[in-house]
């Protein structure tokens, strides 16, 4: 059982009812990788019909308890889940990044078939392409930083307006190991999602190892866009 996140904390405190009345003979193990937790049931019994039927049963419950962040099972992604999503309901996404450095598009792109709703993306690494290519106003910048829930919402706006997509993502924040600020430590990450009606943001707090916030920024902005998906 996939979910993404959650943390595998809560997510046992979430389903511990269920987990305490797990057959003696049946398992569950929390696999936890960057913004996301595997579930794996697992037993030993000499009827292997009879154990099936346990184990979906117990799956059953589990994915029904954690239906908000369960999206999906077995060797699947959540990127090729995306993009499945989009497919159905035939909509387009670009992205602007900055820390991520391209990152996002990657694991869009790395799904065969992509470019049937991923139109593309901007690396505004500069805070003189987020302006001149994303349309961030100085204004913005100078007050409230290139890391800022103001800076994300006009950049997703704007990567959304340049490529003519029905979806928008945007991710700035301070990767780290240094950079960083009081106000604004290392791990600081804003993500901004944007369609033809509204646009949103949320912010993350990581810690100061640069790959893991690279990676968590990812899988949190490819969440947002599942969550828009199932609205």
Not at 8 to 29: C, F, N
Not at 40 to 48: F, N, P, V
Not at 111 to 127: E, L, Q
Not at 148 to 172: H, P
């Amino acid at each position: 059982i996939l979910t993404v996140g959650e943390g595998e904390t809560i997510i046992a405190g979430r389903i511990a009812a269920i987990e305490d009345a797990l057959p003696q003979h049946v398992k569950l193990a929390y696999l936890p990788a960057v913004g996301q937790v595997r579930l794996r049931l697992t037993g030993i019994a000499d009827d292997a019909a009879a154990l099936e039927q346990i184990l979906d049963e117990q799956a059953a419950a589990i994915t029904t308890c954690l239906s908000d962040i369960v999206y999906g099972f077995g060797d699947t992604t959540l990127e090729a889940v995306i993009g499945q999503m989009l497919l159905k309901r035939g909509l387009t996404i670009s992205a602007a990044e900055s820390c991520t450095g391209g990152h996002f598009s990657h694991s869009l792109t790395a799904i065969p078939g992509a470019s049937a709703y991923f139109k593309g993306a901007v690396v505004a690494y500069d805070n003189a392409v987020k302006q001149s290519v994303l349309g961030v106003r100085a204004e913005t910048l100078e007050q409230f930083g290139a890391v800022s829930e103001q800076t994300v919402l006009e950049m997703a706006t704007g990567v959304r307006a340049l490529l003519k997509t029905d979806l928008a993502i945007s991710i700035s924040g301070i990767a780290g190991p240094d950079g960083g600020t009081p106000e604004k430590p290392v791990g600081t990450v804003w993500i901004a999602i944007a369609d033809k009606d509204t646009v949103t943001a949320q912010k993350i707090l990581r810690g100061k190892d640069r790959l893991s916030n690279i990676q968590y920024a990812t899988v949190q902005a490819l969440n947002m866009v599942r969550k828009w998906l199932m609205k």
